[in-house]
């Protein structure tokens, strides 16, 4: 299953997040202050360093547009 393929992943976003005391879950903005096109992002963010996550919200929505 992916989420135990995802565990070193997890642990050591996790280890980052208690050493640094940034959190695990962080918004664009944070990680990419120069670009203001993260500021209104709400339903974007990073887990950990390098795995974007953009949840699709609505019941049957396959697609969605995300910003890179």
């Known amino acids: 299953e992916l989420r135990y393929e995802l565990l070193p992943y997890i642990y050591t ?6 050493q640094s005391g940034l959190p ?3 918004p664009l903005a944070l990680a990419y202050p120069e670009d203001e096109g993260t ?3 709400d339903d974007q963010f990073l887990f950990g360093d390098t795995l974007m996550a953009a949840p699709v919200g609505q019941p049957g ?3 969605r547009r995300v910003y890179l």
């Open 13 to 18: 976003a996790a280890w980052q997040a208690a």
């Open 24 to 26: 695990m879950m962080r």
């Open 39 to 41: 500021y209104s992002l």
């Open 61 to 63: 929505q396959r697609s």
